[in-house]
Every structure is written in structure tokens, then in C-alpha cells.
């Protein structure tokens, strides 16, 4: 490996790693010419692949066009398109689109848009957004408040005003004699409960990812749960507000994850797939009952400077075009069949691999001590990290996190560009199959013979 020389930047740690070459298609290249194969897309995020040229090329035009026009002083063809292109894939009434920079942006413009809409309809006394325990939304504050995950939360904790937590439905933890629909009916009605604890003239909204993001490691929960959530937010007149930053974009099989279950939000954020790694892009979109009483009345009292810019438009133009035009849609719930097998597959090899979760090409798997009780692993062990570098030693990528509420507990999510082929998730498989049995051979794990 070449010699690291210092460095200005710090981000989460003093860990570094190799100095990235190039990219293309789920493949990256170090300096030294190592090739690693994106099997987690980053952070959940290069759904479209590396090096896409048409994107390339559509940013190349816009570049020799404008880069930047604020948004006070102009609009921009990028942007107008976009916003009419996202609209049309969402469900009936959202069709009002505000463009971000990111997931947290996105997230951060949802609750301040529902909390506009309560104080210009005269429901000012709604404040409370109900979200859920283990949760990430974001890195702002108003997105920590938002967040179940106590790592990243504590610290700031005298900072923010948390906001109430009902139990994520870890449906696949649970020890009862209910069915699975029985189990989601519960843990919906823990919305119910809770908003009545609160006080429901003060409850705004109840905020969920439909599939799990790194919190929960591709969490979803019973049928049954879906559909009752939204009949709870319409009994008490909150408003649902549907995190799809990871869910979006394609990633399950559907452009929104909710389509799976006809789930219709008052309001979805999009990012990291969105644009797919191309340019910084999120967006929230939101019903048009919401937006016009704001305007109505006075102005959205929210922004950013990069708010709809023009050159990152137009790499989520060109990122939808790819992901429409070539039915990566479809090739994720395709080829998230095959992935979801083959996982399940390694449940036979390796007893310390309890679960496999998931829809379309947002899967994971989760590590425990004992998979009759769904002990985890001791935390000491830290086999979250391990895993995640030993697979980085053999040029697979994959991304980790503690899975019950940040502080113990295993899972990975195994989540590939969505333009993988069968037999790139071969090579997905082999190499993470070769880093489970050292892992094993390691923390003196069980493992069975290929």
C-alpha cells in the first residue's frame, strides 16, 4: 500500500484508508490498484453504479451551461424538470417537490413544513413528532431528536428536544404466540398509545422508514402493520412522514419502499439514491394541502443555499433516466431474490448468523450468540467491526452497525448498486463467505463444513 502521508481532514476517526483511483460500475480501484467491489453502494447510496456515462455527460452539459443560479434570482430548467418527473412517481396529491442536499436536509424541511402547516391551519399547540426506537433520521439536531440510536444521540442530548419513541416492530425478536399479522397490529397500535400518552392536540406527525435503514438493518415489519399505521394517523390527524433517504430511489423492487403496501404518506424525503452519489441531491415531497396553507401564509420559513441547484438536478435527472430506462427497479427485486437466497444459504454454514432481512437490494443480516433467543454476541467481541474489515482486506465492501439501539448487538447490510448482475453476487458471496469462516476461526465461533 502506498505511504500515508498526513492529513487536514478528520471525519468519525483517526482510522484512514486507501486512496481511491477511480470507479466504475460496482467496482472501485486504490492508487496501488487494488479493485474492491461495492457490495453496500458506499452508504447505501450509488444505487445506479460508478462512472455512469450518460450522467457523466449530463452534467458536462449543464456544467458548459450554469452551475449555479440562487434560487431567489432564478429558476432553472434542471430543477422545474426534475421536480415534475419526481411527482409523477409519487402516489396522488404529492406532487409539491423541495430540493435539498442530503438526507438530513430532507428530513430537517419535513418536520419544519408540518410544523408550518400546523401553526398556519391554527393546530399551533402540534409539536411532538413520534418516531421510532431504534431509528436514524439524520445528523442534525433536528433529526438526532428524531433519532433512536443512543451513540449518536447522547451526546448532544442537552442540546435538542427529544422527541417521543415508540418500539420499532422487531417482530423477528419476538418470543410469543402471536402470528406475524397479530405481531404488526401490536406494534402499530403502540402509535395509538403513545399519541394518546402525549396528548394527541399536540402530536404532528409519526415519522418511519418502511424498510429499515442502518438503525435496523433493513427492518420490515408485518403486512398488517402498514395499513394500520396510516388508519392511526388519519383516527388522530397527524401527518405520516416517510423517511425513504435509503428505501427510495428504487433500492426494494419499488420506487418508494410504501408501494410495496400501497402505504400513501403525507410526506417522503428521497435522497442517497436519488442522485445516486453523482451530486449532492435530496428532496422532500410533500401533498399539496400542506404547502399551499404555508405559502398562504407568509412563506415556507426554511432553505439552503444549494436548494434546487441546477448542476446537481441535472445528475438526478440523468440518475432517474438510468433507473427508469434500464428497469433497475426491476433488476433490484430480481437480482434482491437471488442476494436474499444466497444469504439465507450461509444460515446453514454459520450458526451465529440469526437473521436475513430485507426487500429487493436493501438486505441484511444480523450475528448473534444464539439464534433460539436471538442473544447477540458479546459487544466486547465487536464483530461488527471485524466483519466489516475483514471483507475490506479481500476487496469486498459491505456496512455495519450495532443493531439494538446502537449498543450491541451485529448486523450488515449487503447492498449492491442496483445494476448487479447474478454473477457479481457471486463474488459478493464468496468473498463474504471466506471473511464469516475466518471471523469464525477468530471469536471461536461455530461453523459447519461447506
Same mark, same amino acid.
Given at each position: 500500500m502506498s505511504e500515508k502521508t498526513s492529513s487536514n481532514l478528520f471525519y468519525q476517526s483517526r482510522q484512514r484508508r486507501p486512496?481511491?483511483?477511480?470507479?466504475?460500475?460496482? !467496482?472501485?480501484?486504490?492508487?496501488? *490498484?487494488?479493485?474492491? &467491489?461495492? #457490495?453496500?453502494?458506499?452508504?447505501?447510496?450509488?444505487?445506479?453504479?460508478?462512472?455512469?456515462?450518460?450522467?457523466?455527460?449530463?452534467?458536462?452539459?449543464?456544467?458548459?451551461?450554469?452551475?449555479?443560479?440562487?434560487?431567489?434570482?432564478f429558476e432553472n430548467e434542471p430543477a422545474e424538470t426534475l421536480a415534475a418527473r419526481v411527482a409523477a412517481l409519487m402516489p396522488d396529491g404529492l406532487d409539491r417537490v423541495f430540493f435539498v442536499s442530503g438526507g438530513s436536509e430532507a428530513v430537517e424541511s419535513a418536520i419544519k413544513l408540518a410544523r408550518q402547516h400546523s401553526v398556519a391551519t391554527g393546530q399551533g399547540t402540534r409539536y411532538k413528532v413520534i418516531a421510532r426506537h431504534p431509528s !436514524?433520521?439524520?445528523?442534525?439536531? *433536528?433529526?438526532?431528536? &428524531?433519532? #433512536?440510536?443512543?451513540?449518536?444521540?447522547?451526546?448532544?442530548?442537552?442540546?435538542?428536544?427529544?422527541?417521543?419513541?415508540?418500539?420499532?416492530?422487531t417482530t423477528y425478536l419476538d418470543r410469543d404466540d402471536l402470528s406475524e399479522a397479530e405481531r404488526g397490529l401490536r406494534y402499530a397500535e403502540m402509535l395509538a398509545e403513545e399519541i394518546r400518552r402525549q396528548g394527541p392536540d399536540t402530536v404532528l406527525a409519526f415519522i418511519m422508514e418502511p424498510v429499515g435503514g442502518a438503525a435496523t438493518g433493513a427492518l420490515v415489519a408485518p403486512d398488517s402493520y402498514y395499513a394500520r399505521i396510516r388508519e392511526i394517523c388519519d383516527e388522530y390527524d397527524i401527518l405520516l412522514i416517510l423517511d425513504e433517504v435509503m428505501s427510495g430511489a428504487g433500492r426494494t423492487g419499488r420506487f418508494l419502499a410504501a408501494e410495496h403496501w400501497g402505504l400513501r404518506p403525507d410526506i417522503v424525503t428521497l435522497s442517497k439514491g436519488f442522485a445516486a452519489g453523482y451530486a449532492p441531491l435530496g428532496a422532500m415531497v410533500a401533498d399539496n394541502r400542506l404547502v399551499d396553507p404555508v405559502l398562504d401564509a407568509g412563506g415556507f420559513v426554511h432553505g439552503f443555499t444549494y436548494a434546487g441547484n441546477p448542476l446537481a438536478c441535472a445528475a438526478g435527472l440523468a440518475v432517474l433516466d438510468e433507473i427508469v430506462e434500464q428497469d433497475l427497479t426491476g433488476n433490484a427485486e430480481r437480482m434482491g431474490a437471488v442476494l436474499r437466497a444466497r444469504l439465507e444459504e450461509l444460515m446453514v454454514r454459520y450458526d451465529f448468523i440469526g437473521d436475513v432481512r430485507g426487500k429487493g437490494l436493501l438486505l441484511a443480516f444480523e450475528l448473534v450468540a444464539d439464534r433460539?433467543?436471538?442473544?447477540?454476541?458479546?459487544?466486547?467481541?465487536?464483530?461488527?467491526?471485524?466483519l466489516v474489515e475483514l471483507a475490506y482486506e479481500r476487496g469486498l465492501i459491505i456496512y455495519s452497525r450495532r443493531t439494538r439501539g446502537g449498543l450491541?448487538?451485529?448486523?450488515?447490510?449487503?447492498?449492491?448498486?442496483?445494476?448487479?448482475?447474478?454473477?457479481?453476487?457471486?463474488?459478493?458471496?464468496?468473498?463474504?463467505?471466506d471473511s464469516l469462516a475466518a471471523l469464525a476461526g477468530e471469536l471461536g465461533l461455530a461453523s459447519r463444513a461447506a
Open positions: 486512496m481511491l483511483k477511480e470507479a466504475r460500475g460496482v !467496482y472501485l480501484w486504490d492508487v496501488d *490498484g487494488k479493485r474492491y &467491489l461495492d #457490495g453496500s453502494s458506499g452508504a447505501m447510496v450509488s444505487n445506479i453504479g460508478h462512472g455512469n456515462e450518460r450522467v457523466l455527460e449530463a452534467m458536462r452539459a449543464q456544467m458548459d451551461r450554469a452551475t449555479f443560479g440562487y434560487r431567489l434570482h !436514524y433520521h439524520g445528523g442534525t439536531l *433536528g433529526a438526532l431528536a &428524531l433519532t #433512536g440510536y443512543a451513540p449518536l444521540t447522547a451526546p448532544f442530548a442537552p442540546m435538542m428536544q427529544e422527541m417521543p419513541k415508540i418500539p420499532a416492530p433460539d433467543t436471538m442473544r447477540p454476541l458479546p459487544a466486547r467481541m465487536n464483530a461488527h467491526l471485524r450491541d448487538g451485529d448486523h450488515f447490510m449487503v447492498c449492491p448498486p442496483l445494476i448487479v448482475s447474478e454473477a457479481q453476487i457471486g463474488e459478493i458471496l464468496a468473498v463474504l463467505d
